[in-house]
């Protein structure tokens, strides 16, 4: 398996993280998540961040439905403690298992993709990349994209590259949370937005974001055409990546959709978004859940609905 290395690899050392949110509507969660059934018990699911908010209740929803479902987390503790939570959950008919999963860390991923292969030879239906982080408030620095990036975008890509081959051919589908908050109008650069917008492959989008860290490095972002969004940039090239990585496995009949769960009331939103972590659940679940008729992939949905990039 590849994992595609950042070319920038200074050392930085970056405080410590805390989030913002793009703001959404509040939204009034619907159900059911799908029409009709195609999964049954030995069905398997991974859901990344998926020790709290909103990949937590991805997690559960998915259990309840009687889905295998693999609890990926960074720290141990925190991913066997919802592990529990989830297994014994009202409803919880799924196998649910932990797995420690730190997507900045290569060897990690590897681990866990070597893992996947050896247990479930069968493959995934469905991953969830939830896993995310941004700084809170008005942070910004080299630094610090480093670090969002790293995690946001970066990480997903290389997690999704590692995973990509035990995804069973014909109706598998990969959910990548993102947000609005990276919608190609943050761009203040009409060139660079085009640039990246028609980026048609994982190293070229991947150059782009190692080009918006050495931009800030070298002080010279705004005046590139970068805006000063490090979680913004980070979730645009991600919503970009899921449409490269869809056309790729299209071929093989497996879903790629990115989506925006809304302004949730999250530890990443400091608590303060209008929409619970379960309702901002709802749109990766119904894209985890879709029917294979309603086949799509390489679009970008918000409540259910898609939404321009």
Request: aromatic share 10%; proline share 4%; hydrophobic share 40%.
């Amino acid at each position: 398996m590849q994992i595609i290395k950042r070319i920038l690899t200074n050392n930085f050392a970056p405080d410590s993280l805390n989030v913002t949110a793009a703001k959404s509507r509040p939204f009034a969660m619907a159900k059911p998540y799908y029409g009709e059934k195609w999964w049954d018990d030995k069905s398997v699911a991974v859901v990344t961040g998926a020790n709290k908010g909103i990949g937590f209740e991805v997690a559960r929803e998915l259990g309840k439905c009687g889905i295998t479902v693999i609890v990926a987390a960074r720290q141990q503790q925190l991913g066997e403690e919802a592990r529990d939570k989830i297994q014994a959950s009202p409803g919880c008919s799924g196998k649910i298992i932990f797995h420690q999963l730190d997507i900045t860390d290569a060897s990690s991923i590897i681990r866990f993709a070597s893992w996947v292969k050896h247990e479930f030879p069968q493959g995934l239906d469905i991953v969830v990349n939830n896993a995310g982080m941004a700084f809170k408030g008005n942070t910004f620095g080299a630094a610090e994209a480093l670090t969002t990036l790293d995690t946001n975008f970066f990480g997903t890509m290389n997690f999704t590259e590692a995973i990509k081959p035990s995804l069973r051919d014909v109706f598998s589908r990969v959910v990548i949370v993102s947000s609005r908050a990276g919608k190609s109008s943050i761009i203040p650069g009409q060139a660079l937005r085009k640039e990246i917008l028609f980026a048609s492959s994982k190293e070229e989008i991947g150059r782009l974001g190692e080009r918006f860290i050495e931009d800030i490095q070298n002080g010279k972002h705004a005046q590139e055409g970068w805006p000063n969004s490090m979680y913004g940039i980070s979730k645009l090239l991600l919503t970009v990546y899921s449409r490269i990585e869809a056309k790729e496995l299209e071929p093989r009949q497996v879903m790629v959709n990115a989506c925006c769960p809304g302004w949730c009331k999250t530890d990443m939103s400091s608590w303060g978004g209008p929409k619970t972590a379960l309702e901002g659940a709802d749109t990766p679940l119904w894209l985890a859940l879709r029917t294979p008729s309603q086949f799509v992939t390489g679009k970008f949905f918000g409540e259910r609905m898609e939404v321009d990039v």
